[in-house]
């Protein structure tokens, strides 16, 4: 079965510092998309990037990286120059080909989430 | 603007209610989704449905209803059998495959009184 494990509860770091979270995960398909999303004290997902598993070239986006390595079946997201609007809950999620249906969209399996504080 | 919209945004429930969380989205997505958020648990699967007339239980469906008579509008329906319903409810809707993101809405909150 499908899982991902975010081993980071909780990081706290002062502003302006660099902060990587950690996404590990488990399939038996080889066909998957992994997925992070951000959750700000508002309560709504935001998506922040898509990565399948044929595509193992890491991607930047202005202050946010991904580093995605099929070897260690890990995605870790690092925020370069941190900043007091980062301080949000971040999720790492998996959708597999199989799935339930065999393919089409049958929801996501999430991590439990990495709570980042950034302290000004 | 395109979205989703769940109501309310807080609500209360007395032991033994049934009561329906409202989620309509306006983006045209077939897929739409309901998970469930706990403290420190992240979010499970409650039910999905990838066409009208159509759902799938997810992994924590036990206590919990759904209909999609339209596109546009997936409800839930948290009933007495659901033990424990206290919890952060979110909606969510998609294009159909495994390879898209999906769009939330802003969540309701349900707590048991």
């Known amino acids: 079965a499908q899982k991902v494990t975010q081993a980071q509860t909780e990081i706290s770091v002062v502003e302006k510092e660099d902060v990587t979270l950690d996404c590990v995960y488990e399939?038996?398909?080889?066909?998957?998309?992994l997925f992070w999303y951000k959750q700000p004290p508002s309560g709504e997902l935001v998506f922040l990037i898509r990565?399948?598993?044929?595509?193992?070239q890491n991607e930047i986006s202005g202050r946010y990286s991904w580093n995605f390595q099929k070897s260690t079946s890990s995605f870790n997201f690092t925020i370069t120059a941190s900043q007091v609007v980062d301080s949000a809950v971040y999720f790492c999620?998996?959708?597999?080909?199989?799935?339930?249906?065999?393919?089409?969209?049958?929801?996501?399996?999430f991590g439990k989430g990495t709570h980042l504080i950034i302290q000004p | 603007d395109g979205g989703i919209t769940q109501s309310p945004k807080y609500l209360f429930r007395k032991e033994g209610q049934n009561v329906t969380l409202s989620c309509e989205q306006n983006?045209?997505?077939?897929?739409m989704y309901w998970y469930r958020q706990d403290p420190g648990q992240g979010l499970r699967l409650i039910y999905y449905?990838?066409?009208?007339?159509?759902?799938q239980k997810g992994d924590i469906a036990e206590g919990y209803s759904v209909s999609r008579e339209k596109k546009e509008s997936f409800p839930l329906t948290v009933t007495s059998a659901q033990k424990n319903p206290t919890a952060f409810y979110l909606c969510?809707?998609?294009?159909?495959?495994?390879?898209?993101?999906?769009?939330f809405g802003q969540g309701t909150r349900l707590t048991v009184v």
């Open positions: 969510a809707s998609s294009s159909l495959g495994f390879n898209t993101e999906a769009f």
């Open positions: 399939t038996r398909d080889t066909t998957y998309y």
């Open positions: 990565r399948n598993s044929f595509d193992e």
């Open positions: 999620a998996l959708s597999e080909a199989g799935g339930y249906s065999g393919g089409g969209a049958d929801g996501l399996t």
């Open positions: 983006l045209n997505h077939d897929a």
């Open positions: 449905s990838q066409i009208v007339n159509d759902f």
